[in-house]
């Protein structure tokens, strides 16, 4: 072997790099043995590694590690919500609205507030209001949508359901925002509908109400939140924030006898402050699963990127590893989750939710007659 090498390094020029010439020699000329292993297919260079399928697809393994590319979904419809985890969709929205939440520079707060302008702006700001009405709107969407009845009945109990583990999760936000999607008139006017929700879906949704209830200017979600902030991460009903910080601004005058009045600029400072640590520490979604007594699953550990940066962490912590089957069940269920909740249709007008509400269930005969008598 070094005979060859010799005449290799004979036959070429001066000052030429040899390395490209022996890559090219056969690996049985070489003659590796135990001393000399052959090791030409580990000494190129790779870059950083990259997914192979998109994020629709997924790469199946078999057990001789064999592998096929599977598509999780050819179309996800809104009528799918049904058929998703709702311990998934609740940790989905948690996920989005704390990531938008967390991006808020405090400094947006007072140039919305006294309608600076700004060179930043409020551009994250505007994002989480906007976030808020899709969710409200999203939930009267579908349930104005479903022509059968019965499946009507079932997505408003999902949407009981959904609430109560935003709630767990403390995302108060998409819980109030479910809660006010179920409240619009065009929803709340099904009455053939709301029959057939059981009583303990209404007790469920009662138990939801009773923390977002506006009596004593919402003084039990009020008292609740000034608990959980101690242990951030929150994220709040947008909504109180918004109303909270006018309240402050136009309830105190700006200047008093040509001063400023640095008591109301200190009491706006002090409400930014409050709302600004909600979101200094990451979601552990599975932490916060763990003080409600929920479980989750390994997939939604995992699988859980968004667009934003890594303000939500996942936490596995000594769990048992569950076996692949329900694993990729699990991973087929989030990736559903995520392509349902990425392309949400919404209805934003009142008039057409009625218009939707009246053409699934009519005015009933009765309600008609009772109108002309008093119209009488």
Not at 174 to 179: E, G, L, Q
Not at 233 to 255: A, M
């Given at each position: ?50 997914s192979e399928c998109p994020e629709h697809v997924l790469k199946i393994y078999r057990s001789d590690q064999t592998f096929k590319y599977l598509a999780v979904y050819k179309e996800t419809t809104a009528q799918n919500v049904v058929q998703l985890a709702l311990q998934v969709v609740a940790a989905q929205l948690t996920l989005q609205d704390f990531a938008v939440f967390a991006s ?128 951030p991460p929150v994220v709040p009903i947008y909504p109180v924030i918004r109303k909270d910080l006018t309240f402050s601004h136009e309830g105190n005058p700006t200047y008093c006898d040509k001063l400023v009045n640095f008591e109301k600029l200190r009491l706006i400072a002090k409400s930014v402050r409050a709302v600004s640590k909600l979101s200094s520490a990451p979601y552990e ?92």
């Amino acid at each position: 072997m070094m005979d060859k090498l010799m005449t290799i390094l004979k036959s070429s020029k001066d000052g030429e790099d040899t390395t490209d010439d022996i890559q090219h020699i056969p690996t049985s000329q070489l003659r590796p043995s135990r001393s000399n292993p052959d090791i030409t297919s580990i000494s190129q260079y790779y870059g950083p590694v990259k997914s192979e399928c998109p994020e629709h697809v997924l790469k199946i393994y078999r057990s001789d590690q064999t592998f096929k590319y599977l598509a999780v979904y050819k179309e996800t419809t809104a009528q799918n919500v049904v058929q998703l985890a709702l311990q998934v969709v609740a940790a989905q929205l948690t996920l989005q609205d704390f990531a938008v939440f967390a991006s808020i520079e405090p400094t947006e707060y007072i140039d919305n507030l006294f309608q600076l302008e700004s060179r930043y702006g409020s551009p994250r700001l505007e994002e989480f209001e906007r976030i808020f009405n899709r969710e409200m709107w999203w939930v009267a969407t579908e349930v104005c949508s479903e022509r059968h009845i019965q499946k009507r009945a079932k997505l408003i109990k999902k949407f009981i359901k959904v609430a109560r583990h935003c709630r767990e999760l403390r995302n108060f936000n998409s819980m109030f925002a479910i809660m006010s999607g179920l409240d619009k008139p065009a929803v709340r006017r099904l009455h053939s509908t709301w029959e057939r929700v059981s009583g303990k879906y209404i007790r469920m949704l009662e138990d939801v109400q009773q923390l977002v209830d506006p009596s004593r200017n919402m003084s039990k979600y009020r008292q609740h939140l000034a608990e959980v902030s101690q242990e951030p991460p929150v994220v709040p009903i947008y909504p109180v924030i918004r109303k909270d910080l006018t309240f402050s601004h136009e309830g105190n005058p700006t200047y008093c006898d040509k001063l400023v009045n640095f008591e109301k600029l200190r009491l706006i400072a002090k409400s930014v402050r409050a709302v600004s640590k909600l979101s200094s520490a990451p979601y552990e979604i599975s932490s916060m699963a763990a003080r409600s007594g929920n479980l989750i699953s390994d997939a939604l550990l995992h699988m859980n990127t968004f667009e934003g940066g890594n303000v939500a962490t996942m936490r596995k912590g000594g769990r048992v590893v569950q076996p692949r089957k329900k694993v990729y069940e699990q991973a087929l269920m989030v990736r559903k989750v995520k392509a349902y909740l990425d392309g949400l249709r919404v209805v934003d007008s009142e008039s057409e939710l009625d218009r939707l509400s009246y053409d699934i269930e009519p005015q009933q005969q009765g309600y008609l007659f009772i109108v002309a008598i008093h119209s009488v």
